[in-house]
């Protein structure tokens, strides 16, 4: 029989979506016998009468469990307590700000207490001593942080700017601790290479001492709504486990599968822009929770997310691979020509994809120009992104 005292009720801005709990080793996902098409939980999952059913937790609701460092905070304060249940941990981070439009609470549970008074973004910024900064929010936050993802980061309110705003901004803080020194610089280096690109990219900073990033929630549009989101891995309905499984290929498939029409051409283009990036910029990172899609409800218009999580991970690991398979291989080094075959796929002719490849490294040169004193607080930072453009423009910046 069904444990129905831990079922979660699974709600969105249409509606409530319907109960979600655990029978034995299956996990049953049921619609609100109310519940609208609008408000069913993810674009895989439509209005139905039979129950989705799982062995694990359904792909769209792993998406906001905590991953590495987040959980291990969440096991460190609830371990005497709940344990770590997953539908206890999703009752817990996904109550207030999960990412996405799910939210979730246990049925006969009162409502969520207010949400924390939340962070001033200039102080975040300008604040000595980040890495005290970063524990006090760890402290403070840790509960509302349904993120995933290994990089140590907490979820944050941002007082808005006048006291007559019914909008609160959301903050991501994130912060390298000591594993991976110098990955807030990292991260803001890589990111603004991406937004000076053209490709689209979240608000983002990076704090005085250079110790936190700091970027805005996109899936918190300033109008406030609250944007469905879904990365690849909950499109293609895979556990979080395998998300170094499969290939670039494979989210062109998913793009075209799910993206309406008339934003099809736009996220092709910016696909393959965010992959070659990947490649030239060592980023052996960029899995399939990485890349993701946005819409206001499973039955309105679905476009490609932003791109984040932009990092050159060789500069910690000097022989890492690409995260995902681009045109068979994983080798950074055969990239340079794997492109060309992955370029092809995405509709793009081959002088196109040439100039395209040029285009990149150019801007990854020049925002190293332009970014020197920042880039210069990691050591091996720009000379690391330098050779790689340098490399892709001998290969194509000439006449054949």
Known sequence: MADLSQALLVSTPQGLAGRLLRDGGTYLFSFDPAASPAAAPALGMPLRAR?????SLHPVFQMNLPEGFVLEQLRNRLAKTSGLDPLLLLSI??????????SFSLEGQAAAADMPQGERLAELLSTRGSKDLFARLVDQYILRSGASGVQPKVLVPELPETRASIFTPELIVKSGLGEYPGLAINEFVCMSIAQRAGIPVPE???????ELFVMRRFDRPPDGRVLGFEDMLVLAGRDAAQKYEGSYGLLLKLLRLYCSPQHLP??????????ALSCML?????????????Y???QGEVRMAPAYDIVCTRLYLPDDNLALALAGNR???????DLLDFGHSCDMPKAQIKARIVQLAQVVLQTLQDLAPVAARLPGLSSTLAQEAKRYLGTFDRKD
């Open 51 to 55: 129950p989705y059913e799982h062995p």
């Open 93 to 102: 981070v996904g109550a207030q700000a999960p990412i996405g439009r799910l």
């Open 204 to 210: 983002f900073h990076l704090s005085n001492d250079g």
């Open 266 to 275: 736009a996220a092709r283009a910016q696909l393959f822009d965010m992959v």
């Open 282 to 294: 060592g980023n052996g990172d960029a899995h399939m929770k990485n890349f993701g899609v946005l």
């Open 296 to 298: 206001d409800d499973v």
């Open 331 to 337: 080798g950074f080094f055969t990239a340079r020509l």
